[in-house]
Structures are given as C-alpha cells and as structure tokens.
C-alpha cells in the first residue's frame, strides 16, 4: 500500500481551478510538515507550499494568495486547492510527506494549464 497518493490534477484552462489531494497512510497522519512541489517539464521540483502538523501553512511568493492548503483529519487528507492558474503552472505536482520514520512521496498528479 502507497504511503502517500495524490489525485486531482488535470487540464485546465488559464485562470481555471483545481483542487489537488494527497491522502495519506494512517501510519503517517501524524506527520511533521506535508509539502506540495510542483515540478515543471524538464525542470526540477520546487516547493510551492507546506502546511505542518500544528496546522500552520507557508507558501511560495510566486502563488501566494491563489494557492490554499487545507485538512481534513478525518480522511488523512492534505488538499491544494490551486487557482488563476498560469500556463507556467504546468507540470507534475508532489506531495511530500515528512515524518519522524521518513520521507515519503507520492508518484505525482499531472496538471495542464492550457486554452
């Protein structure tokens, strides 16, 4: 069983919304700080937000104030909802989940931006 799976990505169009979910094994909700990295074709990953155990969350000046993070305890869930998309904002996106037993990632949801 995967540790962490993401799921939500898609096309979308310029401006558009997607939320992106990362759900996580039982054994890992009690994790230390969740990261979304979105990794552009051909480039390399880069952290675009992070949301640790205590609830409080950091994001990447590039997204701020179009990219929230949420919870849901109950669903061992960790959502991106990402919006006003940018054709840049094209790529794969990670969820990373560190714990105290590791470092743990999920195999990626793909999200097009494009009209």
């Known amino acids: 069983q995967a540790q962490v799976v993401e799921s939500g990505g898609g096309l979308v169009q310029p401006g558009g919304s997607l939320r992106l979910s990362c759900e996580i094994s039982?054994?890992?909700?009690?994790?230390?700080?969740v990261n979304w990295y979105h990794q552009p074709p051909g480039r390399q990953r880069e952290r675009v937000a992070r949301i640790s155990d205590g609830g409080s969350t950091d994001y990447a000046d590039s997204v701020n104030g179009r990219f929230t993070l949420s919870r849901d305890n109950a669903k061992n869930t960790v959502y991106l909802q990402v919006a006003s998309l940018k054709a840049e904002e094209t790529g794969v996106y990670y969820c990373?989940?560190?714990?105290?037993?590791?470092?743990?990632w999920g195999q990626g949801t793909q999200v097009t931006v494009s009209s």
């Open positions: 990373n989940v560190v714990h105290k037993w590791g470092n743990f």
């Open positions: 039982a054994t890992y909700a009690d994790f230390i700080v």
